[in-house]
Structures are given as C-alpha cells and as structure tokens.
C-alpha cells in the first residue's frame, strides 16, 4: 500500500497538559477549554483525550506552622491529548503556544522537514526567546528600583528612631 504524500506529512503525538490552581472544578474546565482550543487550531486535530481528576498538592513543609495566607489548598490535574497534524511545523506551534509538560512523538518514526518549515520553527523560537529576555530585563530593572526605594525607606526610618 503506497500513501500520498500527505499522509506521509502527518504526524500523530501525545502532549500532557498540566494545570495547577483552585477550585479543582476550575481545573478540570481549563483543560477542557485547552482541548477544545487545540483542536480548532490549523492543522491539527485531537484523536482522542483524558483529563485527571484534580488532586490536592501535598506541601512539604509542616502546616501547623503556616499562616493562614500559606495553607492556600491548591489542586493539580493534567490532560492526555492525542492529537494528529498535517506537518511537524504545526506540531512545533502546539509546543509554543500551550507549552506542555511532555510530549512524544508517536508516528511516524522518521520525519523530514522542508528549510522552510525549520526556519519558521527557528524564527517562533528566537522571537519568544527575544520576548521573555525582554521582560527578564524589565523585570530585573524594577527590582533594583524597588531595592534602592525600600533602602531609602528602611534608611530614613532608622533615622527617625
């Protein structure tokens, strides 16, 4: 049996979502909206999916010593989504927008890519690279303001006793 070579292009693979927060029915929701947002996304359909039922986090540390504001309950729950689409490219896209915990290419076991495919591949990958050292930058600069600002404030205190 010979396939097209669309068939030939497609490519089938598992991603686990995994979402952490409260209440747990919120989470089971987001998955659900996630899922449902993958499968409206070009080129790709979702084959099939299994949502976890959330799970309370376990803390490490003692909480008889927390304070109220640290005993938050916070819950987990991931998806299992099996998805199929038309290019490798389309699957890179996936990866960058819902940014899941795994993933596993299922089928097929060799895949060819064009220059042109990588190169959109590389240019997302630079862009949001670009994109988070921007606010690393941004985030570090206001820090060191915030420093300097509570020194100033910490330092006339001081003074005043």
């Given at each position: 049996m ?64 927390k ?60 862009r ?34």
């Amino acid at each position: 049996m010979s396939l097209n070579n669309n068939e030939r292009k497609k490519v089938n693979a598992m991603m686990i979502l995994e979402v952490i927060g409260k209440p747990p029915e919120h989470l089971t929701e987001t998955l659900n909206k996630l899922v449902e947002q993958i499968g409206e996304e070009k080129g790709v359909v979702v084959k099939n999916t299994k949502i976890n039922t959330p799970v309370l986090m376990k803390t490490k540390q003692d909480s008889s010593k927390k304070t109220p504001a640290e005993q938050q309950e916070f819950y987990t729950s991931f998806a299992e989504v099996e998805v199929e689409v038309e290019e490798i490219s389309h699957f890179a896209m996936l990866m960058f927008k819902y940014m899941p915990a795994h993933v596993e290419i299922i089928s097929p076991e060799t895949i060819s890519m064009s220059n042109n495919s990588l190169n959109e591949v590389f240019n997302e990958l630079t862009r949001r690279l670009h994109g988070y050292d921007e606010i690393a930058r941004v985030i570090q600069m206001e820090k060191s303001i915030l420093e300097k600002k509570l020194r100033e404030i910490l330092g006339e205190e001081k003074k005043e006793i």
